[in-house]
């Protein structure tokens, strides 16, 4: 059983950065798939982010590709989302997500993914 908690969410303004933080309490959590996805106000849980279990491989959707980076470090065990030139359309609800097989394969049925924090407000007013 893995418990992940994020921290780092707020109110930003059109162009600032910000980092999300999770935490992965578990004695196996190194060992799992780490990642980020964000729910907006009356969409559905979209994919942003994943890294893989030594941290060498990433995967980012297309809407934050060079804006954002995701990085862990498996001796706390923790994952951390870097966003920087942020836009009001990033305004959403951030989740950890943690699972066993790489976040990449639930990109559009997230609802299968094993393991989610309970979420961090980002607010990008414009």
């Known amino acids: 059983q893995v418990h992940l908690t994020e921290s780092g969410g707020g109110l930003v303004q059109t162009g600032d950065s910000l980092r999300l933080s999770c935490t992965a309490s578990?004695?196996?959590?190194?060992?799992?798939?780490l990642g980020w996805f964000r729910q907006a106000p009356g969409k559905g849980r979209e994919f942003v982010a994943t890294?893989?279990?030594?941290?060498?491989?990433?995967l980012y959707a297309d809407s934050v590709k060079g804006r954002f980076s995701i990085t862990r470090d498996n001796s706390k065990p923790a994952v951390y989302l870097q966003m920087s030139s942020l836009k009001p359309e990033d305004t959403a609800v951030y989740y950890c997500?943690?699972?066993?097989?790489?976040?990449?394969?639930?990109?559009?049925?997230?609802?299968?993914?094993?393991?989610w924090g309970q979420g961090t407000q980002v607010t990008v007013s414009s």
């Open positions: 997500a943690a699972d066993r097989y790489s976040l990449g394969d639930y990109i559009g049925n997230s609802a299968d993914v094993a393991h």
């Open positions: 578990g004695r196996t959590a190194s060992s799992y798939y």
């Open positions: 890294i893989s279990k030594s941290g060498d491989s990433t």
